[in-house]
């Protein structure tokens, strides 16, 4: 049967449309909740700032880092910083931070915490929820975006020190050279936990422009929330209560993904084994969506 010259180009059209359908990346959420599980693991100790199980923490991510395509920042994917304590104790944190090259040298930095509490007692303080969760986000995250290369150049960064008082994100944001780039901060904490399927995005008081963005993405089952940003709020602003608060106070803009307080919070039940891994899922694709908007 011989075919006419339209037809045929009508049949490549389709078959290329097929073809780009099926090779569009997707979350790799196997991966995310393995890394997960490792993060949150006992072998890494509640990953308290200096402890021999944060450090097993950190050299988890850096090989992540490096196998999912990041490259390093400004030469390396560590990131040492010293800082007094609240006890006065003189401290060492080490960031992880790894970078995917955009279209154009500005920047957003999407950031999560991975140390936690440590150990007491007997009790191990593993921080499935805070934050692990967020920094396994961040591990997908470089998955996706070294497949489909961004507008912006994209900054991981695995923040140490965050539960000392944010000390990491204060650390970066000192090299006043890289903030200049800066055009936004997305930040992860506590991103896996919530029984009503209700995920915030705090900020958009501040940053009124970023509402319509948010308001426009695909969030599918998962309730996406605006609010814990005003002053009149005393506790329940979030403004400052995570590694958003350094890169707000050096007047960029930022949004903060995270769900409200839970039972587990900063108790040892705080597990992986805890985690509902179908929020999870839905929410760390939900933030994903608004990255790929911002990056717009």
Known sequence: MKYSPLFLVFLFIINAGCTAQQTKPSLDT?????????ISSDEME?????????????????????????????????????FTSRGGDERT?????????????????????????GTEDSLIFNGADDDASGTAALL?????????????????AAFDAEEMGLQGARALVKDSVFLNKVV?????????????????????????ELKPVLENIETGEISLLFGHDRPEQGYDDWTNASDHGPFHAKGKTFIYFGVEDHEHYHKDTDEFE??????YKKSVQVILNAILAFDK
């Open 30 to 38: 196997e991966q995310l909740i393995e890394d997960l599980r490792v």
């Open 46 to 82: 509640g990953r308290r700032t200096g402890t021999e199980g944060n450090k097993k923490a950190r050299e988890y991510l850096v090989q992540r880092f490096e196998e999912e395509g990041a490259k390093p920042f400004q030469g390396s994917f560590t990131h040492s910083f010293d």
């Open 93 to 117: 944190g080490i960031n992880v931070i790894g970078q995917i090259e955009g279209e154009s040298d500005s920047v957003l930095v999407i950031t999560a915490h991975y140390d936690h509490l």
């Open 140 to 156: 997908a995250y470089i998955d996706y975006f070294n497949q489909v290369k961004p507008n912006h150049t994209l900054v991981f």
């Open 184 to 208: 936004m901060n997305i930040n992860m904490d506590m991103i896996s936990q919530n029984d009503e399927n209700e995920l915030y995005a705090s900020g958009t008081y501040h940053h009124h």
């Open 274 to 279: 805890t985690v509902p891994q179908d929020f």
